[in-house]
């Protein structure tokens, strides 16, 4: 449940939850449903950058000796 500083807390024990009234079982469940969805898409979006930053990493692997080895060649070719 949302308490006054904005933060939520959704861990209640089963005693919290039986004095809590339809409504504030409600809003409770709602706000954790909204919290779950919030963490879930930046679960998504770390995921991305992650994929990106080893995709990115792949290729400068692979890039970085190709273009040493033309630059041999041509370095050889031409002197």
């Known amino acids: ?5 904005g933060l939520l807390s959704i ?4 005693e919290q939850w039986e004095r809590m009234s339809p409504a504030e079982k ?13 963490e879930a898409q930046k679960n998504k979006l770390i995921e991305r950058i992650l994929t990106f930053a080893g995709s990115f990493a792949a290729s400068l692997v692979t890039l970085i000796p190709t ?3 033309i ?8 002197g």
């Open 67 to 69: 273009i040493w080895i």
């Open 71 to 78: 630059l041999r060649m041509i370095q050889n070719n031409g």
């Open 26 to 38: 409600e809003e409770h469940t709602f706000y954790c449903l909204c919290y779950l969805v919030g």
């Open 1 to 5: 449940m949302a308490n006054g500083n």
């Open 11 to 14: 861990k209640l024990s089963k």
